[in-house]
């Protein structure tokens, strides 16, 4: 079974241009996750979504961020214009919520570095 | 405040050898505590999973404990390999909440030959 694919892994920017990352949930999984991680933190939730609603996205930087996930299934998380400070690992989770909603499978991440 | 600290921050130990990971939690209320391990590059697996009332739970050379009176837990690793190296984070979950967990910041484990 294929796990959580994310892409790109990593990605160099400039600060104020835009960025996008992409995750496919395991097939199957209603909920999806999306999490930063800092440098020698652990990850800190950014929105969840249940199939296409997003249920909690309050740890969301909505100025700058912005996420979607059609058809609920795979997700897509923006920022425009990034920041120096947005620099981290991007990572995508999934669970199934109806059979163990607090088995997240998280997918390898997105490092971002903005110069 | 839902918090979870974990100690050391950093640990080398030879190969071999066994070691000890902490992690202290003030989550309330308490659903289950995980230890997930994540290698460089890497997102984090899931590596043991408790809940209130287990008090000790392996998986393989991995051995996790849970002290829900004291709000405290080990992971324990025997016999260190190479693979070993990487980030250790504690999670935990609050019975309000299930899919918030909270994350401790990691305890970065280097194994050397």
């Known amino acids: 079974e294929a796990g959580v694919v994310q892409s790109p892994r990593y990605k160099i920017i400039e600060k104020k241009q835009p960025v996008a990352f992409w995750c496919n949930p395991i097939?199957?999984?209603?909920?999806l996750y999306w999490y930063r991680q800092n440098l020698g933190q652990g990850p800190e939730l950014l929105i969840r979504?249940?199939?296409?609603?997003?249920?909690?996205d309050s740890q969301l930087p909505k100025d700058r961020f912005s996420a979607e996930r059609l058809k609920g299934v795979d997700s897509t998380l923006k920022i425009q214009p990034a920041e120096l400070g947005d620099s981290a690992v991007y990572l995508c989770?999934?669970?199934?919520?109806?059979?163990?909603?607090?088995?997240?499978?998280f997918g390898p991440g997105t490092r971002l570095t903005v110069l | 405040k839902n918090q979870v600290e974990q100690s050391p921050q950093s640990l080398i130990i030879l190969e071999g050898k066994n070691c000890t990971l902490q992690?202290?939690?003030?989550?309330?209320?308490?659903?289950?505590l995980r230890w997930y391990k994540q290698d460089t590059g890497r997102g984090p697996v899931s590596l043991t999973i408790?809940?209130?009332?287990?008090n000790t739970k392996s998986n393989g050379r991995y051995t996790a404990t849970l002290d829900a009176d004291t709000k405290q837990s080990s992971l324990h690793i025997t016999a260190s390999q190479l693979s070993d190296s990487a980030s250790y984070i504690c999670?935990?979950?609050?019975?309000?909440?299930?899919?918030?967990?909270?994350f401790g910041s990691g305890t970065r484990l280097l194994v050397r030959p």
């Open positions: 989770a999934s669970s199934l919520e109806t059979v163990d909603p607090d088995t997240q499978y």
């Open positions: 097939s199957g999984h209603n909920t």
């Open positions: 979504y249940e199939n296409e609603e997003a249920v909690d």
């Open positions: 992690c202290n939690y003030t989550v309330s209320p308490f659903s289950n």
């Open positions: 408790m809940t209130f009332s287990e």
């Open positions: 999670v935990v979950s609050a019975m309000d909440s299930s899919y918030k967990l909270i």
